[in-house]
């Protein structure tokens, strides 16, 4: 079975802190993905990455950086952390297109506060 | 333009009955993937199922199938014989031609009772 681990299940950081939000995955995926889920909002993407070193914006990455220096290793980075920023992260990966049944796998999501 | 709709915020059933969920959605290109997904109170997304565009067949996993109308571009979740443990958030996502990238509807929380 295919697993994806954020590094933490509940973060609490202070406004302006720079956050790093960690997620592995262990399946060989190409892709891996950032998702931030709010209320009433449904999952919006924030980054995507399709290969190592390389990624691409999603809906709503103002704010957000990301890394991919390892094929199995994708990060989030909030540069400074704003309260708007308090949300539930959740990262994905699969399969590069090619097996168009196979979905996105993710991990248990990431609660982060900021005060 | 929403490209995906799930009307129904919140949604309640009586355990052992069925359930619809519905999910419409918007595109232009033919080749497409649907999918389902559950999210239970403990946070994690768990795939359901997938219909594909060209596929002739309703797609069916166990107690889940999928209701799928390409002409009214519809895509309802059918839970049959609904159990305490479908209690949960769902939803719908679409991916669009040769993209990998997935599009999310804002979810219907599903509420089963005794």
């Known amino acids: 079975d295919v697993k994806v681990t954020q590094s933490s299940r509940y973060l609490v950081k202070r406004t302006g802190e720079k956050v790093f939000l960690e997620c592995v995955q262990d399946?060989?995926?190409?892709?891996m993905f950032w998702y931030r889920q709010d209320p009433g909002l449904g999952l919006r993407l924030i980054y995507f990455s399709y290969d190592v070193k390389m990624k691409e914006k999603g809906d709503i990455p103002e704010g957000y950086s990301v890394s991919r220096e390892k094929k199995e290793r994708f990060s989030l980075i909030l540069e400074s952390a704003s309260t708007n920023q308090t949300s539930m992260y959740l990262c994905?990966?699969?399969?590069?297109?090619?097996?168009?049944?196979?979905?996105?796998?993710f991990g248990d999501g990431t609660r982060l506060s900021i005060l | 333009a929403q490209k995906i709709t799930q009307t129904q915020p919140g949604m309640f059933v009586q355990e052992k009955e069925a359930v619809t969920l519905d999910c419409t959605y918007d595109?232009?290109?033919?080749?497409?993937?649907l999918f389902w997904y559950k999210q239970p109170s403990s946070g994690e997304m768990i795939f359901l199922i997938y219909?594909?565009?060209?596929?002739?067949q309703n797609a069916t996993e166990g107690r889940y199938s999928l209701n799928f109308q390409k002409a009214r571009k519809s895509a309802n979740l059918v839970i049959s014989a609904s159990q305490l443990g479908d209690s949960a958030m769902y939803f719908c996502?679409?991916?669009?031609?040769?993209?990998?990238?997935?599009?999310f509807g804002t979810g219907t929380r599903l509420q089963v009772f005794p």
């Open positions: 994905a990966s699969s399969p590069r297109q090619g097996a168009n049944n196979q979905p996105q796998h």
């Open positions: 399946m060989d995926h190409e892709n």
């Open positions: 595109t232009s290109d033919p080749s497409y993937g």
């Open positions: 996502a679409m991916r669009e031609g040769d993209t990998d990238k997935l599009i």
């Open positions: 219909q594909g565009s060209y596929d002739q």
